[in-house]
């Protein structure tokens, strides 16, 4: 008797699909996207071969041997060597190093200032959102290349100096879109909840505002990393950028434009690797607004 009743409240009361979340069919949709899960798996290569490529070569990115000259790609040198003899394959993952530790921390510390700064202004309105909305005009009008080269010829060329002056400026624009964000969604129930049971502003913009605009950061952060590392090599190529003997993208494309008519490869790999480093990132990022844009979910 107990099985009947069983089998027929399983076929009155069929079972409940579980739902997925946010997150998850984000995913999902990325996962889709071919070209950015090629973009994903390139730059995660490239990563792994700048940072973990070094153990493994058999030469120093500053060992010289000046006998040795600039030479061809061959089997000793995969990528050949410079004018003064170093290998330029363990040259190239070492400054890989440096220009995608300098997108990572730029990109940082401008996520730290601009979501932050962002999310207060949007939240609090009014005299306080103008005004702070006003300085981030002002400091739009000026040119950011020029404002890093000051910070640099002021303070001293070093790499925390770099990581530090860049984030400085490309925190801007990531403060608007954090704001634009915040205007729609301090108007949400949960928001006037929150208020409603006495929370402190600031508990409100860490615990309910920037969790909810945390999709906007990602894509955009992916978009801020390749237009900091790009920002480093205009630095790099002017020579402001990491001294000698260690190297950038940056710093390698100058030194190989130096000498291109001669040895060519010195400016072809680097760039390449610059290039299709940043052709990933830009192609991940499109993935991920796509992914993350809760109208894609209706399709």
Known sequence: MDAVITNTRNKNFPEVEEGSSLWKDSWYRLCKNKLAITGLVIFVAITIFSFIGPLFSPYSYSEQ?????????????????????????????????????????????????????????????????????????ILYALPFTIFVILLMVIFGRSIML?????????????????RGQVLSIKKQEYIEAAISLGMSNV????????????????????????????????????????????????????????????????????AAFFSITLFSLNFLGDGLRDALDPKSSKD
Do not use: C
Request: glycine residues 12%; without cysteine.
């Open 203 to 270: 508990r409100i913009i860490i615990k309910h505002i920037v969790p909810n605009v945390l999709g906007s950061v990602i894509v955009y952060s992916t978009l801020t990393v390749p237009a900091v590392m790009l920002l480093e090599s205009v630095l790099s190529f002017l020579g402001l950028g990491v001294q000698p003997p260690m190297s950038s993208w940056g710093s390698l494309i100058k030194e190989g434009a130096e000498s291109m008519t001669i040895f060519p490869w010195l400016l072809y790999f680097p």
């Open 65 to 137: 041997d000046r006998q040795l000259g600039a030479i061809q790609p061959g089997i000793s040198h995969w990528l050949g060597t410079d004018q003064l003899g170093r290998d330029q394959l363990t040259r190239i993952m070492h400054g890989g190093r440096i220009s995608l530790g300098v997108g990572f921390l730029a990109t940082a510390v401008s996520l730290i200032i601009g979501v932050f700064y962002g999310a207060f202004s949007g939240y609090m309105g009014g005299k306080t959102d103008a005004f702070m909305m006003r300085l981030v005009d």
């Open 162 to 178: 770099l990581f530090i002056a860049i984030g400085a400026v490309e925190w801007l624009t990531m403060a608007r879109i954090v």
